[in-house]
């Protein structure tokens, strides 16, 4: 028996390698250009099978192929395509390719002076079939392989050491790749699974989000596209000329952006006539000083739908000393497409009413009834004007939703990662890559695999694992803070020791540490359904006040889910007046120790505070919060400055209001409760594994809320109801600007007992740092002055341009730099209708804010200013 097995077996390897070599055929060879050329990430299409490889920076290509014969398409920007028939056998067929560089012929148009360019009715034509491509297909499937690449090629001296102490070195290449199997159903649902991935780290995200957005719809990842029915008033177009691609023709259009800067586009791209689809395209843009480029080549699918088979993007920048490249290649192959059947049309002729008046007055004339479906309008004329034809698929695509389950869902998505995607072989690679690898890249993949190999081990060695890389507690850990797995559900964290300066306390020192428990559901219901995480937080704060000589601390405990929010506070601790917290610990420390401004004032309470926070649905949360409080005033036991003439500056510790004259108080107990609700009626949302998430800005903020002070109860010496109503709006007019708006208005139903930390307070600010937010805070009134035991009205106005007085200097909007107009307003019984006006450049060295502001009562001047912050236009989407 065992020299039976030791003969059979070599006999059946031998036989299942001859067996797959006769299916090991295929195309190789190189791509050049007629100069010479070599022409790296030149497309390779095979026509009959959607199959599609890339050239490497060598300009080689190698596709496997069954045996046949195949119409091979060879494409590359700036070259004409060439077709050629190819037999495969058993081998591959090597076959080197010389393209020729297009030659572009001006069509026989005169452009007189004041006329249009003839690049305008292209791209309305364009433009107005943009959406009929975005609903032409009910589905499609197909797979796609991309590659990522990234590399820090220089840091500032400063961060030398941690970044190299991550094996993190200039010479080092960051390569991520995947294979995923695509799946689209119209109106806007992408099915992602992945099948392989070899990248570095751990990094289990999707890296195809770029494939899933189009330059058919109007922006793409916050880039307005040539193609959004609003890209006349961003973009010049300039006809270049025409070509042959096979038996389409291909006009050349060049875009150029009316002003320079972030979110427009600049290049050319490429339109087939009569369909008016995307032939290919080349363009360039920046964001927040990253210059970013991508091109992408499309192919006609069974001869009935252009759709992208190539992609290849790079981003670059420097920022704050740290310069990195990014590149980003992808081909997507195998499509099988369905067409909607309501969209299906033998032959569509679109018509530039702008243009081509007679026609299209004939074609208005024609077709004049207003409620016609595009199906029937479609199918009793193949002439449509532009306008027509983007009217028909906007009512088309708004009648669709409204039928849909949720109308509310502008798109969903499903990402999952096959159980063996990480274990595909070198083989296995080396088979499905369009690309080969360059010997820089194998490099590094040879320098992540073994530092993931040390990783994986001293992960699997340690019990007790410090984040920073150590095993176990150091002593060391009690002065700078660390962070410990205890176990896959726990950690504790030391948090770092920190502390300032204000007049009450001298100097102070907080210290923190934290208990965290996780536990993870999963829905066994639907398993693409991203598991629910519920998380305990235990955190003790100690707080020692130096001049006070005295330790105070709280507890405080917190559940959360998804959902829901719950807690639990009590200790004794001091507060600011302003539970908002209008003055950060440290802005305080800076300006009390160099200035001898302590604009903080604070009270001492002991206290127990229960709090929940509840999202019922996607549209509604409701908060609560109820304290029992011992409160004490505090007096300045410090005065203390870098420079002892500024000590005579240091102001008592009771805030100054215009309201009260005295706001000093006695010991009180206070029991108060309250409810709130926040609504966002007319919410949309994005679906990701079965998990909605909130489109930002797409609804109204409205908030409701109740506050009381119960008299009596548990010894509680307060009596007061509070309402507060409020709005927030941001409103986007394209990428010309932003406009936020926050209004609040409220009023003390009852104030028959209240001491000064239970009036309404606003955000004030008096300091050069500004740290709260821009809309809803104000930059130069005092803290306290205008807080109210009565009725009160408060207005944020902010706007964003993108162009207005500086920023017309293009080098300044490319450097990340907006500016922004404010007004603030307060109306109190005694605030004599308190206004500031203000101006600011947002985005100075891509993290700062610089605004200056006057400020007004009762139209009257009262005083200017200056403030720095950090920018507030940090924040960015890349989804689409």
Do not use: C
Not at 198 to 219: A, H, I, M, V
Not at 260 to 267: I, Q, S, Y
Not at 295 to 322: C, M, R
């Amino acid at each position: 028996m065992v020299l039976m097995k030791k003969i059979i077996t070599p006999l059946l390897a031998l036989a299942l390698l001859a067996s797959s070599s006769a299916f090991a055929g295929g195309i190789r060879g190189t791509i050049k250009g007629d100069d010479g050329t070599i022409l790296a990430f030149a497309s390779v299409f095979v026509k009959q099978t959607s199959a599609g490889a890339a050239t490497d920076m060598e300009g080689r290509f190698e596709l496997s192929l069954p045996p046949g014969q195949y119409d091979v398409l060879f494409q590359y920007l700036g070259y004409e395509t060439t077709q050629r028939k190819i037999e495969v056998g058993s081998d591959f067929v090597e076959i080197n390719i010389v393209l020729k560089t297009q030659v572009v012929v001006l069509q026989n148009v005169i452009i007189k002076a004041g006329k249009e360019d003839p690049a305008y009715t292209i791209m309305r034509k364009a433009i107005g079939k943009a959406k009929y491509h975005t609903q032409q297909l009910d589905s499609y499937t197909t797979r796609a392989y991309i590659k990522g690449k990234y590399q820090l090629r220089d840091y500032p001296w400063f961060a030398k050491k941690a970044i190299e102490k991550e094996g993190v070195k200039k010479d080092r290449v960051f390569i991520s790749e995947s294979v995923s199997d695509i799946k689209y159903t119209r109106p806007n649902k992408f099915e992602e699974k992945v099948i392989a991935i070899y990248s570095t780290g751990n990094d289990k995200n999707s890296p195809n989000q770029l494939l899933l957005g189009s330059f058919y719809n109007p922006t793409i990842a916050e880039f307005v596209s040539p193609l959004s029915p609003k890209s006349f008033s961003y973009y010049r177009f300039e006809y270049l000329g025409s070509f042959k691609d096979n038996q389409y023709e291909i006009s050349k259009i060049k875009v150029t952006p009316r002003s320079k800067g972030d979110d427009v586009f600049e290049g050319t791209i490429f339109i087939v006539e009569e369909w008016w689809s995307i032939h290919s395209l080349d363009l360039k843009t920046t964001k927040l000083g990253v210059s970013i480029k991508v091109k992408q080549i499309y192919n006609p699918i069974e001869d009935k739908v252009w759709l992208p088979v190539s992609q290849h993007a790079t981003a670059e920048g420097k920022i704050l000393g740290f310069d990195f490249i990014g590149e980003y290649f992808a081909t997507l192959k195998d499509y099988k497409i369905t067409l909607n059947p309501d969209l299906v049309v033998a032959e569509m002729k679109v018509v530039d009413e702008k243009i081509e008046k007679e026609e299209a007055k004939k074609i208005e004339k024609k077709f004049s009834k207003k409620d016609q479906q595009i199906q029937e309008r479609l199918a009793s004329g193949k002439e449509v004007t532009n306008k027509e034809l983007r009217q028909m698929v906007r009512e088309y695509e708004k009648q669709e939703q409204k039928e849909t389950k949720e109308p509310e869902v502008l798109s969903e998505s499903t990402f999952t990662v096959d159980s063996a995607a990480y274990k595909k072989d070198s083989t296995f690679w080396s088979e499905i890559r369009p690309v080969a690898l360059s010997k820089q890249e194998e490099r590094g993949y040879q320098i992540n695999d073994s530092i993931s190999t040390v990783e994986r081990q001293r992960e699997e060695g340690d019990t007790l694992k410090s984040r920073k890389g150590k095993k176990g507690f150091s002593p060391t850990d009690l002065l700078v803070g660390n962070s410990y797995r205890i176990n896959k559900t726990t950690d504790f964290r030391i948090h770092f020791p920190y502390g300032g300066f204000n007049t009450v306390e001298g100097f102070n020192l907080i210290y923190r540490t934290s208990l965290y428990k996780r536990w993870v559901i999963k829905d066994k219901t639907d398993s693409t359904k991203k598991p629910r995480t519920s998380r305990l937080e235990i955190s003790p704060i100690a707080r020692y006040a130096f001049s006070r000589q005295l330790l105070t601390g709280k507890l405080r405990v917190e559940y959360r889910n998804q959902n829901q929010r719950l807690t639990l506070e009590g200790g004794r601790y001091v507060e600011q007046f302003n539970s908002d917290e209008p003055i950060h610990s440290f802005v305080n420390t800076l300006t009390s120790l160099f200035s001898g401004d302590n604009w903080m004032k604070l009270y001492e309470q002991d206290f127990i505070d229960l709090k929940y926070r509840n999202r019922i649905n996607d549209k509604f949360t409701i908060t609560s919060s109820w304290a029992l409080s011992r409160r004490h005033e505090l007096d300045n036991r410090s005065d203390y400055t870098f420079f002892s003439d500024n000590k005579e500056n240091y102001r008592p510790n009771a805030p100054v209001n215009v309201e009260t004259l005295n706001t000093g108080f006695e010991d009180n107990t206070a029991f108060t409760g309250a409810v709130g609700i926040e609504a966002r009626p007319w919410q949309k949302y994005r679906i990701r594994n079965g998990n909605k998430f909130r489109i930002q800005n797409s609804s109204p903020v409205l908030s409701f809320n109740y506050k009381k002070g119960f008299n009596g109860i548990f010894g509680s010496d307060v009596n007061y109801d509070l309402i507060e109503a409020g709005i927030r709006q941001q409103i986007k007019f394209g990428i010309r600007g932003t406009f936020d708006v926050n209004v609040k208005a409220g009023k003390f139903l009852n104030a028959d007992k209240l001491y000064f930390m239970d009036y309404k307070h606003f955000l004030g600010n008096k300091t050069p740092i500004i740290t709260t937010d821009p809309v809803g805070s104000f930059r130069l009134m005092d803290y306290y002055l205008y807080s109210t035991r009565d009725q009160f009205v408060s207005v944020s106005a902010h706007y964003h341009f993108r162009k207005f007085l500086i920023t017309r200097i293009p080098l300044i909007r490319l450097m990340g730099v907006q500016e922004n107009f404010f007004v603030n307003y307060l109306s109190t019984p005694s605030s004599k209708n308190f206004t500031e006006v203000g101006y600011g450049l947002d985005g100075i060295l891509r993290i700062f804010r610089l605004e200056g502001a006057v400020a007004f009562s009762n139209g009257t001047y009262q005083d200017y200013g200056f403030r720095i912050g950090i920018s507030s236009i940090l924040s960015v989407n890349f989804g689409d």
